[in-house]
């Protein structure tokens, strides 16, 4: 009962405009006043201690980092390789927004920022070269997704902080399925840009592949050391974030020469924002997430479900089903948060290991960034695009039906993510 009245709340509350995160203080501290005998100051001594975390601190140095090579000149470079790379594809641009995202996405571990950053970048192309503004901006916020898949992620390390799941696993695990939405995206968009007649560039030579790839040598060799330090064991995920934020502000610093001592502070200022933001989310989500516990939620819900549906299968499309409703409306973050540790006994008990859990259901919460009404990614590629939204959603069928056709491979099938174990 004390569920129902819980996420009621909270439902209403977002529903009446209240920001997420004070929706979710706000119904936790009104559903344990009204209805339980537990001390109040259990919000404000759990949203401490989630959010009082070594990997937690990853999220504010990867946020960092991604803001630095965006406004660097580490960020142009890596667009310069892919479009040497796959510009002369029909649709040859789009196939670049993907690929960049890519590459970026193995940098910045978000995918607001590499919707804000590749948009910024390649939209003004694309329409010089005649795309559709709504086409180009709702294909970038759909490959935007992939920024938050390939490792480093910040959602996987929500997710491996919420169930102690291992973050360098889930960030191996999220390696082929971030490659496998690429190329999914890529190949979406050659068929509808051939049906509107969007031809490619003029194809590269192998000498000017190289060329973009010396002068982008610098911005490569990020990922390399970033995930090649936490793979070989040399520092850890959280290490790895820092490691990452003093490479890009000396590359970009010293190297590409590209930012001032002042851009950099201002860099630092739109990171606190950011982590400022997502923090107190964390925070007051673990709050959210205890007072589920206490009150048996997650047992309840795994007796529930398993008694539901024996068929792994069919357990597994309901799930999506429901995270992707969840997504359309609440923050991958903070679901992330209070759902993770609801549904993780319920996958171990069908035998899903909790990397391939951890994700597919940051997959579908992803895609909640480009469904309405949340879709945030939509709002952000809407602004730096300078289209309206309805524009955008006129042409987001293709590019969402192949993020669900992505997410469902990479839910059924496990190999996918777990294949390193």
Not at 40 to 48: F, Q
Not at 132 to 142: N, R, W
Request: glycine share 10%; charged share 10%; proline share 4%.
């Amino acid at each position: 009962m004390i569920a129902i009245i819980l996420f009621a709340l909270l439902f209403l509350l977002i529903t009446l405009g209240v920001p997420v995160g004070f929706a979710l203080g706000g119904a936790t501290i009104a559903a344990m006043a009204l209805f339980t005998n537990l001390d109040l100051s259990m919000v404000a001594a759990y949203a401490v201690s989630g959010i009082d975390s070594l990997p937690m601190m990853a999220i504010p140095f990867f946020i960092l980092s991604g803001v630095i090579m965006s406004v660097g000149g580490l960020a142009r470079r890596l667009v310069d390789v892919a479009a040497s790379l796959v510009g002369w594809m029909v649709g040859g641009l789009g196939a670049v927004v993907s690929l960049a995202s890519m590459f970026f996405g193995a940098i910045s571990g978000s995918s607001m920022a590499t919707v804000s950053c590749i948009g910024s970048i390649m939209v003004p192309q694309m329409q010089e070269k005649g795309y559709d503004l709504g086409y180009s901006a709702v294909f970038t916020a759909c490959a935007g997704t992939i920024g938050a898949v390939i490792p480093p992620s910040i959602p996987l390390v929500v997710y491996g902080v919420c169930t102690g799941t291992s973050v360098g696993d889930l960030f191996v695990g999220g390696i082929l399925p971030g490659i496998l939405i690429g190329i999914g995206l890529i190949i979406s968009n050659f068929l509808v840009c051939k049906k509107k007649g969007y031809k490619g560039e003029e194809r590269k030579s192998l000498r000017q592949i190289l060329k973009a790839v010396w002068e982008a040598k610098w911005a490569l060799f990020a990922p390399v050391i970033i995930l090649g330090g936490i793979y070989s064991g040399i520092f850890t995920p959280t290490e790895a974030s820092v490691v990452a934020v003093v490479y890009s502000a000396v590359v970009a610093l010293l190297i590409y020469r590209e930012i001032t001592l002042k851009d950099l502070y201002q860099a630092i200022v739109r990171t606190a924002v950011t982590n400022g933001v997502t923090t107190f989310l964390l925070g007051l989500s673990t709050g959210f997430a205890a007072l589920l516990s206490f009150e048996q939620v997650t047992t309840a819900l795994t007796a529930a479900i398993t008694s539901f549906t024996d068929n792994k299968y069919i357990f597994l499309l309901l799930v999506n089903i429901v995270l992707l409703l969840v997504g359309c409306v609440i923050d991958n973050i903070p679901a992330t948060t209070i759902l993770a540790p609801m549904l993780l006994p319920a996958m171990m008990a069908f035998g899903v290991d909790p990397v391939t859990f951890g994700v597919f259901m940051t997959i579908n919460l992803l895609i909640g960034l480009v469904t309405p009404p949340y879709g945030c990614s939509l709002f952000v590629a809407s602004a730096v695009c300078g289209v309206k939204m309805g524009e955008m959603l006129k042409h987001i069928a293709v590019p969402l039906i192949t993020l669900i056709i992505c997410l469902l491979l990479t839910t059924y099938v496990p190999w996918l993510t777990i294949w390193f174990k």
